[in-house]
């Protein structure tokens, strides 16, 4: 353990915007976004890709701006920061490609003489609010391809971490991007609901129950929205892994951000032949982790501590059920004495599905490791719950992972890896069950900052279409010996 300081990066020290103050946000950046979609995919292109550029160059201002408020771990930070500038230049990229025309073929008889296209323009003002955990991913991140697309955006980051949208405020306007197209509404949950008030769209990523909330507030306005809330991801250990590597991704994706990652392995599931094995290697691992305060300097700490004092008392609660219950602590169980922010990477067998450390979201540095007879057992286990974000599979026979990936309910499954998704742009990314509606990422994730319009236009047409007035029988006559003709044969 080292460099551990008391901490606590709280709210107030950015203005707790109110209802007023969101809206003349949200009316500045209407006003500057119809330049901005008149630039263009090319003219946008070119800002979006100075934004990555001077991101790239200056990484270390993005990265303090995330250690400013979450003291995390420098690596931790980086490897938001380089997806913020993954995610520029891929938007940036892509967007054309996603939102141009499409046209469609018909195989239907009753509109073969019509064009049919779909079309994509922006919707106006997106809202985006997001959660403290990863600033830059699940913030700023969703924000860019809402530009890219058209849009104006208003961002209301965490209370706890405004830094970084605030950063990319800077960021923007020397990229080029119209004064107030994106802007950030700092505040709390009020300072959210006015946002969903004001905005044409919005993008909400954080709790199951707060996004219920937001849903709810939402319908009131009928403001479309998206989703991505909580998840409590399953890690399947068969017996033919690699045990070396899907240790070794077990304490990078159970311990990485303090735990604190909405696709986190929670929990983990183990043919009980590797069990003793596998859990001896996570722990010797574990053992090995360096926890504190990075500083802002690269190799300093492998995990830093959890964002607030609150936090940090639910993953406690979490342990010392799981204990109390029968479980033992193989490694770390305790809150860090000198500060209540840290708590020491878990490790946890003799665990059961009922604990909670099992059944709810931990998003804390715990592994809790279950064996498991067969992979049947570690599929009906894995499925059972309200959540459905991500799961990992771990197996040397991809075929195998494949197919038992198929079986999981979660909107994302990594096989042999975790986290990729977040980093695999070109395909969604979103919850089953109670982990969320709708995606980002891939083409959904940029259509549905847009109003989508269909077009069918009569390519030739008649002077009087035979459906249209006087209904003189001859066309009724005619489809009702036609249609049977047509649709009526059932397959046999
Ligand atoms: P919260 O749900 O507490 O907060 C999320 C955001 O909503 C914050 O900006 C919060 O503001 C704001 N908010 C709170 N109340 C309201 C309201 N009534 N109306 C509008 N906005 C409101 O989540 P956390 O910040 O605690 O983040 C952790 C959660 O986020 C975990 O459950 C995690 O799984 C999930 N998450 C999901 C991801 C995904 O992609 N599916 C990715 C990352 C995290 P404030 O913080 O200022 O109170």
Request: hydrophobic share 40%; with cysteine.
């Amino acid at each position: 353990m080292s460099q551990i300081a008391p901490h606590f990066a709280g709210p107030g020290r950015h203005p707790d915007l109110d209802a007023e103050q969101v809206r003349a946000l949200v009316d500045r950046s209407r006003a500057a976004q119809p330049a901005w979609a008149a630039l263009g995919f090319d003219g946008r292109r070119r800002v979006l890709l100075r934004a990555r550029s001077i991101m790239a160059r200056d990484m270390d201002r993005f990265i303090g701006a995330v250690v400013r408020d979450t003291r995390k771990p420098y690596e931790d930070a980086q490897l938001e920061v380089l997806s913020g500038v993954a995610s520029l230049d891929f938007w940036a990229k892509r967007a054309e490609h996603y939102l141009k025309d499409q046209r469609v073929r018909t195989r239907s008889p009753f509109v073969f003489r019509y064009k049919l296209e779909i079309g994509f323009a922006p919707r106006g003002v997106i809202g985006v609010i997001g959660p403290w955990n990863v600033p830059m991913i699940n913030s700023f991140g969703d924000c860019i391809p809402a530009l890219a697309a058209g849009n104006g955006v208003v961002l209301k980051p965490s209370e706890l971490t405004p830094s970084l949208g605030l950063e990319c405020e800077a960021l923007m306007r020397e990229a080029g991007a119209p004064d107030g197209l994106y802007a950030v509404a700092t505040g709390a949950g009020a300072t959210g609901e006015a946002l969903i008030d004001a905005v044409d769209f919005l993008q909400f990523t954080g709790s199951t129950a707060t996004g219920k909330r937001v849903a709810e507030r939402a319908i009131q306005t009928l403001t479309p929205y998206t989703l991505e809330l909580g998840g409590n991801d399953p890690m399947i250990v068969c017996a033919d892994a690699d045990l070396d590597r899907a240790a070794s991704a077990a304490v990078f994706y159970g311990f990485g951000n303090a735990g604190q990652i909405c696709v986190s392995v929670e929990r983990v599931y183990v043919e009980e032949s590797v069990h003793d094995q596998f859990v001896a290697k996570v722990v010797e691992r574990t053992g090995r982790l360096r926890q504190g305060l990075g500083h802002g300097e690269p190799g300093r700490v492998e995990v830093g501590p959890m964002i607030s004092p609150a936090q940090a008392d639910v993953v406690k609660a979490h342990i010392d059920d799981a204990v109390a219950q029968g479980a033992t602590v193989r490694t770390g169980g305790g809150l860090v004495e000198t500060s209540d922010r840290f708590i020491e990477p878990t490790v946890l067998t003799g665990v059961t599905q009922s604990m909670r450390c099992m059944r709810e979201e931990t998003f804390g540095p715990t592994l809790p490791i279950m064996p498991v007879r067969d992979i049947e057992e570690a599929i009906t286990l894995a499925n059972d719950t309200p959540y459905g974000l991500g799961a990992v599979v771990f197996t040397r026979d991809r075929a195998r992972g494949e197919a038992i990936a198929k079986r999981l309910q979660a909107g994302t499954v990594n096989v042999n890896d975790a986290w990729m998704s977040y980093f695999a742009l070109e395909v969604p990314m979103g919850g089953h069950k109670q982990s969320g509606i709708g995606a980002r990422h891939g083409a959904e994730g940029i259509q549905k900052y847009c109003d989508k319009q269909t077009r069918v236009v009569a390519r030739f047409h008649l002077g009087n279409e035979p459906v249209w007035y006087p209904h003189d029988g001859r066309v009724g006559r005619l489809l009702r010996r036609v249609i049977p003709l047509v649709y009526g044969r059932a397959p046999r």
